[in-house]
């Protein structure tokens, strides 16, 4: 069966601090994979999405970005956090077959930037 | 722009009635629908889903209708149990894109 790990799941960061969060994908092959912030009170918005090695999408203008070293693994990084980038993040994953398939969340990772 | 709105931030319904949780969207072009249920300090759990070609998707205790006229999907749950309190997140994908939009969610209380 899939599973999906990220780490760490708590971590807090000071102000201009960088980040790096880690997401692998275990049981298939050619995941898409993406990260979705949660901040406090709000819904959960897509940050960036991949659909294979080297093919990563951003959806919104910021200061984060995202890598694809391994087929499996997706990473979430900043230079210099700042205070709005506090908030729940999570790495999910899909079927590579794109057509009408459930996307699954891993447990989330708490950054607080003070 | 939120392509996918859930206008209700909370919900309380007492235990053993439905509870009908509401979504809408304005992009035409998606075509798949999945609810999913979020507990604090959790990644979602996915509940259930449902192709544009249909308009009603059932498991167990969940309901999913869609109204493609109206782009307005909704999730009934029956009968509604304590343990359902959460908060419930619609997403929309269009097939082929690789997208899933989310709304913002409706907290539901269930009360014993």
């Known amino acids: 069966s899939q599973t999906i790990h990220q780490w760490p799941a708590t971590l807090v960061q000071p102000v201009g601090s960088p980040l790096s969060l880690e997401c692998t994908v275990e049981?298939?092959?050619?995941?898409?994979l993406y990260w979705y912030r949660q901040a406090a009170g709000r819904g959960l918005q897509l940050l960036f999405y991949?659909?294979?090695?080297?093919?990563i999408s951003s959806e919104v203008p910021q200061n984060l970005s995202a890598s694809r070293p391994q087929d499996r693994q997706f990473i979430l990084s900043s230079k210099k956090l700042l205070l709005s980038d506090s908030g729940f993040y999570l790495c999910?994953?899909?079927?590579?077959?794109?057509?009408?398939?459930?996307?699954?969340f891993g447990e989330g990772s708490w950054l607080t930037v003070v | 722009d939120q392509q996918v709105k859930q206008n209700s931030p909370s919900l309380s319904v007492q235990e053993g009635r439905i509870s009908i949780l509401n979504c809408d969207y304005t992009?035409?072009?998606?075509?798949?629908f999945l609810w999913y249920k979020k507990y604090p300090a959790e990644g979602p759990t996915f509940l259930i889903s449902?192709?544009?070609?249909?308009d009603k998707n059932e498991d167990g205790r969940f309901t999913v209708f869609l109204n493609k006229s109206a782009k307005h999907l909704s999730l009934h749950i029956v009968p509604s149990q304590p343990g359902d309190s959460a908060v419930y997140f619609c997403?929309?994908?269009?097939?082929?894109?690789?997208?899933?939009?989310f709304g913002t969610g409706t907290r539901l209380k269930v009360l014993a």
């Open positions: 999910a994953w899909s079927s590579g077959t794109g057509v009408g398939g459930t996307i699954y």
């Open positions: 049981g298939t092959s050619n995941p898409n």
């Open positions: 991949s659909i294979g090695i080297d093919q």
């Open positions: 992009n035409s072009m998606f075509d798949y």
């Open positions: 449902i192709s544009s070609i249909k």
């Open positions: 997403a929309a994908s269009v097939t082929g894109t690789y997208k899933y939009i």
